[in-house]
């Protein structure tokens, strides 16, 4: 067999432990593996690179990937599909595991129903994908986040100031409700709820009454106030249609110092959330994600994705994956919220 594998969309931590998974099992069973590079670029390029053992040594604890990614869309492009279809066959590839989130994986569920046979990892630090309880990246991300908010404590309290961190997750709160409950933020604002601002300053304003001098409070950059529109960074889509969201964090710190007269601080996180090495649980996800794409192709179980449910990685169809976007479970929130004030 010769296995293509691509990486697509936002990297995170961990696609290397896929990919260096993949690789090992194929090798063990006497099976190509070829890299296509830039994500769906490399398919339609046919830019790809072949992996062996020497090219995967060494790459665990290495954050980003070593095939690069982009966030490239057949579907975007003329003749995309039909082109993509056509190096499948010229590339003599047999198989391939599309490693990414909703959009890579959406375009996988497409390619697949057309005919090739395609796998899917499921990857994002978002943690927004359906179908599984966690992608990995997600778990790095959100110590990183913790180890911010730790840090900004810190510096909080000596300054008797309230400190606002802005982190990534898109249209779902999961980095900032994980991280916030994990870091002991004293108010969480997420894109499932609408902001409250009146409510977010009274609850400041208890919390100083009752001793203390300083507040963290962790916004993602997908929340927004009550009919009011996200806060961007630009109006530019990409291929996907995606905007990018950021600037919230400013606009709640303004509004903060303002009406609690406490001095303000905002921190925009940004790409930090994705870089580095990936943690213990984001290593050994991937690798068993990793393992599974590679015993769903051998089995011919073409067209699903590797996920974990409980504690067992399963395979389920691609199309269950992109169906819905998965938003934080408020009931985490509602723990969240008893730390609030
Ligand atoms: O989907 C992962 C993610 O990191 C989001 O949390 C964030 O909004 C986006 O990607 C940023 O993407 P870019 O790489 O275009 O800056």
Same mark, same amino acid.
């Given at each position: 067999m010769k296995i293509g594998i691509l990486t697509g969309g936002? #990297?995170?931590? $961990?696609?290397? %432990?896929? +990919?260096?998974?993949?690789?090992? @099992?194929a090798a063990n069973e006497g099976q190509s593996v070829v890299g296509l590079r830039y994500g769906w670029k490399g398919l339609l390029e046919k830019d790809c690179v072949s992996l062996d053992l020497r090219s995967v040594s060494g790459i665990l604890p290495k954050g980003g990937t070593i095939l690069g990614t982009s966030r490239t869309n057949?579907? @975007?492009?003329? $003749?995309?599909?039909?082109?993509? @279809? @056509?190096?499948?066959?010229e590339l003599g590839l047999d198989a391939l595991v599309a490693i990414g989130g909703e959009d890579t994986l959406g375009v996988a569920t497409k390619l697949s129903t057309e005919g090739l046979n395609i796998v899917g990892v499921p990857k994002t630090i978002d943690n927004d994908l359906g179908a599984t309880d966690f992608t990995f990246g997600f778990d790095t991300s959100v110590n990183i986040v913790m180890e911010c908010i730790d840090r900004l404590h810190t510096t909080a309290e000596s300054h008797n100031r309230i400190m606002v961190v802005e982190v990534m997750g898109r249209h779902a709160g999961w980095i900032a409700a994980y991280a916030g409950i994990a870091g002991g933020a004293d108010y969480i604002l997420i894109p499932e709820i609408p902001i409250e601002i009146e409510e977010v300053c009274e609850s400041i304003k208890k919390r100083h009454q009752r001793g203390k001098n300083f507040s963290i409070v962790v916004? %993602?950059?997908g929340a927004a106030f009550k009919d009011k529109d996200l806060f961007l960074q630009e109006q530019k889509? #990409?291929?996907? /249609? *995606?905007?990018?969201?950021?600037? +919230? $964090? *400013?606009v709640l710190g303004e509004l903060i110092e303002k009406k609690t007269g406490f001095e303000t601080r905002v921190t925009v996180l940004g790409h930090i959330q994705r870089g580095g090495s990936p943690s213990a649980f984001d290593r050994v996800l991937g690798t068993?994600? /990793?393992v599974k794409a590679y015993d769903l192709i051998k089995s011919g179980d073409f067209g699903k994705m590797a996920c974990l449910k409980g504690n067992e990685v399963v395979g389920v169809p691609l199309t269950e994956a992109t169906a819905k976007l998965k938003t934080l479970d408020l009931k985490l929130y509602d723990i969240a919220k008893i730390f609030f004030c």
């Open positions: 936002g #990297d995170c931590p $961990g696609l290397n %432990s896929v +990919i260096r998974a993949v690789v090992r @099992k057949p579907y @975007k492009k003329e $003749g995309g599909v039909e082109l993509a @279809k @056509k190096n499948f066959r916004v %993602s950059e889509l #990409d291929e996907f /249609g *995606h905007v990018r969201l950021g600037g +919230i $964090g *400013h068993r994600f /990793g």
